[in-house]
């Protein structure tokens, strides 16, 4: 069966740090990934997704970015935080056919981010 | 995108059905109507999708209008771990981006 990990659960920056939030995917190949990000009272908003190794498409201009370095592995990234960047950061998969009809997307634990 | 509308929200006595009604009147030709949860501080969940025909999973049966300009979630037999915000999507076969609407927060009365 398919899990997806994200690590931190938690985090707790100043204003200015860098920032690498990590996802990974277990036991499916070649998914697309997404990094959504809910801040507080609001709707999921996508940042960013990907259909392969190095192609990330970027949904809204913002402070941060991301990589795909291996297959099942996506990282969000930032060099400089802002407070604006606080919420909950979301990692999520879908897999072309493992549901007999378009794609559902399965998403991770997430993380929560304090930026101070 | 197609634009869906849902209540803002709803409330449901335990162990009874639940249904959750979604309009999209622009739902274009190959759209799928899928529906996630969000429970309190966790990720959304996939519940339930489907493009003409009425759906069943262990979860929850969706309604599709023979129109298709609306839909219902349906929960059978509702629990307290039910209460969460549902939200009712539209995705364009090909288009790999869910955008997420307010959804509807249901809440269950013991």
């Known amino acids: 069966s398919q899990t997806i990990h994200q690590w931190p659960a938690t985090l707790v920056q100043p204003v200015g740090s860098p920032l690498s939030l990590e996802c990974t995917v277990e036991?499916?190949?070649?998914?697309?990934l997404y990094w959504y990000r809910q801040a507080a009272g609001r709707g999921l908003q996508l940042l960013f997704y990907?259909?392969?190794?190095?192609?990330i498409s970027s949904e809204v201009p913002q402070n941060l970015s991301a990589s795909r370095p291996q297959d099942r592995q996506f990282i969000l990234s930032s060099k400089k935080l802002l407070l604006s960047d606080s919420g909950f950061y979301l990692c999520?998969?879908?897999?072309?056919?493992?549901?007999?009809?378009?794609?559902?997307?399965?998403f991770g634990p997430g993380t929560r981010l304090t930026v101070l | 995108d197609a634009k869906t509308t849902q209540p803002n929200s709803m409330e449901s006595n335990e162990e009874e059905p639940v249904h959750l009604p979604c309009n999209h009147s622009?739902?274009?030709?190959?759209?799928?109507i899928h529906w996630y949860r969000q429970l309190p501080s966790q990720g959304p969940e996939y519940v339930i999708h489907?493009?003409?025909s009425n759906v069943n999973n262990r979860m929850a049966s969706l309604a599709i209008a023979e129109d298709r300009k609306s839909s219902t979630l349906i929960l059978h037999r509702a629990t307290l771990r039910d209460a969460a915000v549902y939200y009712c999507?539209?995705?364009?076969?090909?288009?790999?981006?869910?955008?997420f609407g307010t959804g509807t927060r249901l809440t269950i009365i013991p």
């Open positions: 999520a998969w879908s897999v072309l056919g493992l549901t007999p009809s378009g794609r559902a997307q399965f």
């Open positions: 036991g499916t190949s070649n998914p697309n």
């Open positions: 990907s259909v392969g190794i190095g192609q």
């Open positions: 622009t739902i274009s030709g190959t759209d799928y």
């Open positions: 489907g493009l003409t």
């Open positions: 999507i539209l995705l364009n076969f090909g288009n790999e981006k869910l955008t």
